[in-house]
């Protein structure tokens, strides 16, 4: 599945030479105002500041003064909306905080701008930028913070908080005389659009965390958001072939509300509803199929796994996904089999141009834990194991028919061993041999004559262990239907 592509965060860098103070006593005529802003910003131009940008661009008076304004004297007055947002919660279940990209800082002066810029990112102002989008509260910066360190930061917080949509990928570092280097971000909405698409976000999750039973388990809340995601959410391919990487698609309005999404959407939402419920989640990125993917890592029960909702929610030309549950709680080694993780973000090289920097087209991460448990896959808690084919198995096969018509399910999985070769294993699943019916046969026919169960009309077998990116061996689901 072709899932997301990586697109480099530029951003601007408008390095601004800083001036001693200036000091004006009395009362200057207009025309006197107007000359010492001539000349301070002829100054200005040498250095490339904003006043000069607005002379070269032929702006009018007003604004002219307005950028020599925010060169000397700083741009705190923004005149920003502090946005006041709220999720829902689950009754029972307290949400966590899972800041793990932050506690992967290891520079001090990093994780105080990681606080700054977190704080930054729920302030809006209604200014436009020459982008089209509004500017976010600026975010003064450390001189001893490095540009790559910047970029770092800004993907540390974002990483750490999903429920942000709003936020675009490129930004600037600028600098004046009065706030040195500063960081502008920005919004691709004005704070009256996000509070209304946050109300309609906070619509769609509250089905999603009431279809969670009272004092359920971790593994339990973590199943009923993956499916819900499965059943709701659309893989957007238009989006996918798209240029744009703040499309609705790439974030949780996009998959909580639309109904649409990439891989990132699926992640994003994943790790935003499980931290609802109190289940430590972060998103991981790297490759897979030859595109850039997201997915995630769950922690269940004390263990992590790896969690690939966009690939559980496969496309397929059945009215029934089979392999819904094939990426839910693997581990690193199961998943290595088609996905090849992204490097650590203290690897990170980035690529310099004359007037921008940003990283290259590699994936990083932050740190990430090591998926090495079984206990929690589907599979592995749900599927019936077999090792042998005799009339042992048969009868493992019957209660398996049994539970699974009590509780009138669709589906149930059956491993085999690797010892037993795919032919073999269909053969005695699925093919009668003379007056010996398959296994199959055998027991839906025993399922039948319990009375225990309703009864079932037939059954069919579909093998889930083919094709070279195939991550289970021996795998088949068995359909059921209903009289």
């Known amino acids: 599945m072709k899932s997301m592509k990586k697109i480099p965060s530029r951003f601007s860098l408008k390095n601004k030479s800083i001036f001693g103070g200036l000091i004006m006593n009395g009362k200057y005529k207009m025309i006197k105002i ?40 700083g741009s705190d007055d923004q005149g920003c909306t502090t946005l006041s947002l709220s ?51 600026y975010v003064r910066l450390k001189s001893s913070l490095q540009f790559d360190q910047v970029y770092i930061v800004k993907e540390a917080v974002l990483a750490d908080h999903p429920e942000v949509f709003w936020v675009i990928g490129n930004y600037t570092v600028q600098n ?55 059943d709701s959410v659309t893989y957007d391919f238009e989006a996918a072939e798209a240029e744009d990487s703040s499309h609705e698609a790439f974030n949780i309005y996009g998959a909580l509300v639309r109904k649409k999404a990439v891989c990132s959407g699926y992640a994003v939402s994943v790790k935003m509803l499980m931290n609802l419920v109190g289940i430590e989640c972060r998103t991981a990125v790297g490759m897979s199929k030859n595109s850039g993917h997201m997915w ?9 796994y790896n969690l690939d909702v966009t690939w559980d929610d496969s496309v397929t030309e059945s009215d029934i996904q089979y392999g819904r549950y094939n990426y839910f709680n693997i581990t690193d080694e199961r998943l290595a089999v088609n996905h090849r993780t992204g490097e650590n ?27 090495t448990a079984t206990k929690c896959n ?29 509780e009138r ?17 269909e053969g005695w699943m699925s093919k009668n041999s003379g007056t010996q019916y398959s296994a199959l046969g055998r027991s839906m026919s025993a399922s039948n004559k319990s009375g225990s169960a309703p009864k079932i009309k037939n059954c069919s077998l579909v093998r889930m262990s083919s094709g070279e990116d195939n991550i ?12």
């Open 87 to 137: 999720l829902p919660v689950r009754e029972g279940f307290k949400p966590v905080a899972s800041k793990s990209a932050y506690a992967s800082l290891k520079d001090e002066t990093m994780k105080d701008a990681y606080r700054d810029i977190e704080n930054a990112i729920f302030q809006i102002s209604p200014h436009r930028a020459d982008n089209g989008c509004f500017e976010l509260k």
């Open 176 to 230: 004046n005389f009065h706030d040195g280097n500063y960081l502008v971000l920005y919004s691709k909405y004005s704070a009256g659009e996000i509070n209304d698409m946050f109300d309609e976000i906070n619509k769609a999750v509250v089905p999603i965390l009431s279809a969670i039973p009272d004092g359920a388990s971790e593994l339990t809340r973590e199943t009923v958001i993956h499916d819900a995601l499965v």
């Open 34 to 73: 107007f000359a010492v802003a001539v000349c301070l910003s002829a100054l200005l131009a040498l250095t490339g500041c904003a006043t000069s940008e607005a002379i070269a661009a032929g702006r009018g008076f007003g604004e002219i003064m307005n950028a020599l304004k925010c060169d000397l004297f």
């Open 409 to 425: 399910k669709e589906l149930f999985y059956v491993i085999f061993d690797d010892s037993i070769d795919s032919e073999s294993a």
């Open 378 to 406: 589907y599979y592995e808690m749900n599927a019936l194991h077999l090792s042998v084919l005799n009339d042992d198995a048969a009868q493992a096969l019957t209660g398996k028919f049994i539970a699974s018509a009590q």
């Open 472 to 483: 289970w061996n021996n795998l088949y689901a068995v359909r059921l239907n209903y009289a």
């Open 345 to 371: 973000y203290s690897e990170m090289k980035c690529e310099y141009t004359e007037d921008e920097v940003y990283v290259t087209t590699e994936w990083y991460n932050f740190d990430l834990e090591e998926c």
């Open 296 to 304: 995630n890592q769950v922690k269940i029960d004390g263990d992590w």
